[in-house]
């Protein structure tokens, strides 16, 4: 009996230290969260009144912006206010494309799904982390200047003093004008283009492009990621005039004996610049550059024997933006004297820095003569070349 009152006792002094812990423990616990509770609502209310103060000095940044902008504006004589409507945009990548001049490059993107372009971006203005995520798009939107227009010298000048034409003319048309937004053409009051290329790989600060509609050395503004569900609209409508495709198509190409022996030889010169895996896949782009007729309006229309004495100052042109801008009495008089027969003119384009001699008849048979090095220089860095993107190709 004695020994069950003990046992008693001393479970009853145990039950009441364990309750006595627990509740110290709770007391503890509860005084640590009531610390950290004060210590959270200090920082809430920290993080609100730099929040607040950031917000104030934003409008208070933009205001002083407006109110700098409002007295600059006011102060100037009104001949000058026109140049105050200008931005601080600078190139922020330049394109190395397989197109060496202006000649032979394509008139809309992704008709040459062979054509490519490494994109290199300027690392002080774009870091690489910038591309971050880009891989995951199949296309992307470029924003670019038309730095080789041979008219830019017109805008920096007064409107009143510009000579700037409003209507161009249009290959699609046989030389009909339209107004110049009504088109695509590089001669536009502020010459901004807009391409869209597919995006091969991403490698640093360089981006690989196929499908490009870009000359060697185009300065970049901006690229976007191409978004199908807003970008692609279905009921979208386009002038009928747009539809004739073929009249920009030739009815074949076909080399001549000699040529791929040719190219073979001089792919020893400029395999390891070139964006292209062999030569083979680059006598493939140059069937896909001259499917489609790249002559201008007036290389198929002006007399050929002029045509001969001017291929070479032509050779880093344009032949669409001469289309465009060619005076109407001009190219009234060259049609009337055109009367030889166009398989005798040998045309050039150039790719690579390679002059790709070709012939075309009247029926849109093409021929192509043969490849040779050109005077054009071609600008890709080393870097630059299918080697370094083989690995990562899609």
């Not at 007391?27 to 609100?48: D, M, P, Q």
């Not at 929040?51 to 006011?74: F, H, M, P, W, Y």
């Amino acid at each position: 009996m004695r020994g069950n009152i003990w046992e008693t006792k001393w479970l009853t002094v145990s039950i009441t230290l364990t309750l006595t812990a627990v509740s110290i423990s709770a007391y503890v616990l509860k005084r640590k969260w009531n610390h950290l509770n004060s210590k959270i609502e200090e920082l809430e209310a920290s993080l609100k009144s730099f929040s607040d103060n950031c917000a104030s000095e934003r409008q208070g940044r933009i205001r002083a912006q407006q109110a700098l902008r409002k007295e600059v504006t006011q102060s100037q004589p009104n001949s000058q206010k026109l140049n105050l409507t200008s931005y601080p945009m600078m190139p922020i990548g330049v394109v190395h494309s397989c197109f060496s001049t202006r000649n032979g490059t394509p008139r809309q993107p992704l008709l040459v799904p062979l054509a490519r372009a490494c994109l290199v971006f300027n690392t002080t203005r774009v870091p690489p982390a910038s591309l971050e995520g880009l891989e995951e798009y199949s296309h992307c939107w470029i924003l670019y200047v038309f730095h080789l227009n041979t008219d830019l010298d017109k805008l920096w000048k007064h409107p009143s003093k510009s000579g700037f034409k409003a209507k161009v003319r249009v290959p699609r048309l046989k030389g009909g004008r339209k107004g110049v937004f009504a088109t695509r053409s590089p001669h536009r009051p502020c010459p901004i283009g807009l391409t869209v290329a597919k995006v091969e790989a991403v490698q640093g600060n360089m981006i690989l492009l196929s499908g490009v509609d870009l000359v060697d050395g185009t300065p970049v503004l901006d690229i976007k990621p191409y978004l199908p569900y807003c970008d692609n609209i279905q009921e979208a409508t386009v002038p009928n005039w747009l539809m004739e495709d073929n009249l920009l198509s030739v009815a074949s190409v076909s080399f001549s004996e000699h040529f791929t022996s040719a190219l073979k030889n001089i792919w020893i010169m400029v395999e390891k610049k070139s964006l292209y895996a062999s030569p083979g896949e680059l006598q493939s782009l140059i069937k896909q550059v001259l499917s489609w007729d790249i002559r201008s309006l007036s290389q198929r229309n002006r007399p050929h024997d002029t045509l001969l004495k001017k291929e070479n100052d032509e050779l880093l042109g344009n032949t669409a933006d001469v289309d465009e801008h060619q005076d109407e009495t001009t190219l009234a008089h060259e049609r009337e004297q055109n009367a030889l027969n166009s398989n005798e003119i040998i045309y050039h384009l150039i790719l690579e820095g390679l002059d790709v001699s070709y012939r075309i008849d009247h029926d849109g048979y093409v021929i192509v003569e043969k490849i040779s090095t050109s005077d054009v220089q071609d600008n890709k860095p080393n870097f630059c070349n299918y080697l370094t993107w083989k690995d990562k190709l899609q």
